[in-house]
């Protein structure tokens, strides 16, 4: 089945809001839910969401801060991978994998450099699943979180 990326629509909101994480998980990601709240109600990160798919079934979400114009405060861009999450029932597949690359080959595109990410350390923290896939601190930290950079110079 190949990876994919949908809108999310109203036919499918329901089941892809029910995506959840492991529990050891959550305090990493928010819900699909709060994500897509966090969308409404942040509209200066402008923000660009779907839902991932293998072949039918949704399992997972991914949101991306999409080429905001520099000088935003309190927004990290051009491009900021602002939400990951995989369903704990598909997770260690390489969907998180295959999403990552989806997302670099649409924003490259759109003419990016640089994909951005944070996260909350912690034990379970998503770092090595980061720097599995070639993304590097920047030794920036905002809001608690440690801001990773991954450098889109040439095709991969």
């Given amino acids: 089945m190949t990876t994919h990326l949908r809108e ?8 892809v809001c ?4 492991r529990p050891d998980q959550e305090q990493f990601v ?17 923000p660009w969401y779907r839902a991932v798919y293998s072949g039918d079934e949704p399992v997972g979400f991914v949101m991306l801060s999409w080429n905001v114009p520099p000088g935003r405060p309190g927004i990290l ?18 969907f998180g994998r295959e999403v990552v690359a989806l997302v670099v080959d649409l ?8 994909l951005l990410t944070s996260y909350h350390p912690g034990e379970g923290e998503p770092w090595p699943f980061y720097r599995g896939l070639g ?16 450098a889109l110079s040439g095709r991969e």
């Fill in 8 to 15: 999310i629509t109203d036919a499918n909101r329901d089941a």
């Fill in 18 to 21: 029910a995506l959840r994480v």
């Fill in 30 to 46: 928010a819900s699909v839910a709060k994500s897509l709240e966090h969308a409404a109600t942040t509209p200066e990160g402008e």
């Fill in 77 to 94: 861009g051009p491009f900021f991978l602002w939400r990951l999450l995989i369903d704990e029932r598909h997770q260690g597949r390489g």
């Fill in 107 to 114: 924003i490259r595109a759109d003419g990016a450099t640089e």
């Fill in 135 to 150: 993304f590097e601190p920047t030794g920036e930290i905002e809001d608690g979180e440690i801001v990773l950079r991954l």
